[in-house]
């Protein structure tokens, strides 16, 4: 059976100048840290008044916020509708997994991954925030996508959320781990093709019909 594309909702009209505080804003959480990063200092950044950046966000946190979200809307598009899922199940899941791992792979996430790591023990808010836009988004996303391969006959009935859960865990590896923590600074595109396919053996053999 045909593997299915997996779609995000449109995105709405853009605001170029929200666009602008929120790419400003996350350079300057990812350069500074959140707490000495300052709406004022973003404000400055950005060119305009500090009143004008409060018009569009009430708080730091509330900036926060959306900065994460929408790196995490980025990075879900990317994943999920990077290319046509080809025809044959296990290929279309084998290149969404090293989509999935190339974006996770690259400078700008490592960073955001960094800093939510690094900032989430004093401000826990940033954290479910992150988990919210990201990795709750992704498997439920994830999971809608398997309830269809479990209609199809690609896997077997079960938990879908947690097959998700484990399929990102199982793609992410010992990659994740190297890049995130400076074992390494570069990762191959066959490296994460290795990973993504002694991923998918593993998993298809617990859920695979």
Aim: charged share 25%; hydrophobic share 40%.
């Amino acid at each position: 059976m045909e593997a299915e594309i997996l779609t995000l909702p449109p995105r709405t009209g853009r605001d170029e100048k929200r666009d602008a505080i929120l790419e400003t804003a996350c350079e300057a959480f990812l350069t500074d840290g959140y707490a000495a990063t300052s709406m004022s200092s973003i404000a400055s950044k950005v060119g305009g008044s500090k009143a004008t950046l409060y018009n569009y966000f009430a708080s730091k946190e509330e900036l926060f916020a959306a900065v994460i979200a929408e790196k995490c809307q980025d990075f879900l598009s990317v994943v999920f509708e990077g290319e046509p899922h080809e025809t044959e199940f296990r290929l279309a899941l084998k290149h969404l997994g090293e989509r999935l791992l190339k974006v996770m792979l690259s400078d700008e996430k490592i960073a955001i991954y960094r800093l939510i790591t690094a900032e989430t023990a004093r401000f826990p808010e940033l954290g479910r925030a992150f988990y919210r836009s990201g990795p709750e988004q992704g498997k439920k996303i994830m999971s809608e996508y398997f309830d269809r391969a479990v209609a199809q006959g690609h896997l077997k009935p079960g938990n879908t959320l947690v097959m998700a859960s484990h399929f990102f865990d199982l793609c992410k590896g010992e990659l994740h781990h190297r890049k995130l923590w400076n074992v390494v600074d570069h990762i191959t595109d066959n490296e994460i093709r290795e990973n993504v396919s002694q991923a998918m053996d593993v998993f298809l053999a617990a859920y695979g019909a």
